[in-house]
Nanobody
């Protein structure tokens, strides 16, 4: 069974940092792209970052470029999202996900698997 265990969320003050982790199982992790999406209250779910298979190219939405870094550890089947210089606009539920294809995608409907989501709250 495909499963995800997300951790690392919580409450942080503006300007602070958090590192999210998503440990996956039930599929061949090294062959798949891994994504992070987020959904803020009253907002549509939006893409945040993606890493291509086998530590390939990474992609970021404009609002998090230079602040967030996605990385993966194939030996641990885990993808990370390092979030620095957080601001209240980053407050959302963050989800790890796996695209249906072997390539990164910015579309929610292209995701084959989803984690349960983890809350990130940034106070001012």
């Amino acid at each position: 069974e495909v499963q995800f265990v997300e951790s690392g969320g919580g409450l942080v003050q503006a300007g602070g940092s958090l590192r999210l982790s998503c440990k996956a199982s039930g599929f061949t992790f090294a062959e798949r792209a891994m994504e992070w999406f987020r959904q803020a209250p009253g907002k549509e779910r939006e893409p945040v970052a993606c890493i291509s298979p086998r530590d390939g190219p990474t992609y970021y939405t404009d609002s998090v470029k230079s602040r967030f870094t996605i990385s993966s550890d194939n030996a641990e089947n885990t993808v990370y999202l390092q979030m620095n210089s957080l601001n209240p606009e980053d407050t959302a539920v963050y989800y790890c996900a796996v695209p249906t294809s072997f390539y990164c995608s910015s579309y929610s409907f292209m995701m084959k698997y989803w984690g349960q989501g983890i809350q990130v709250t940034v106070s001012s």
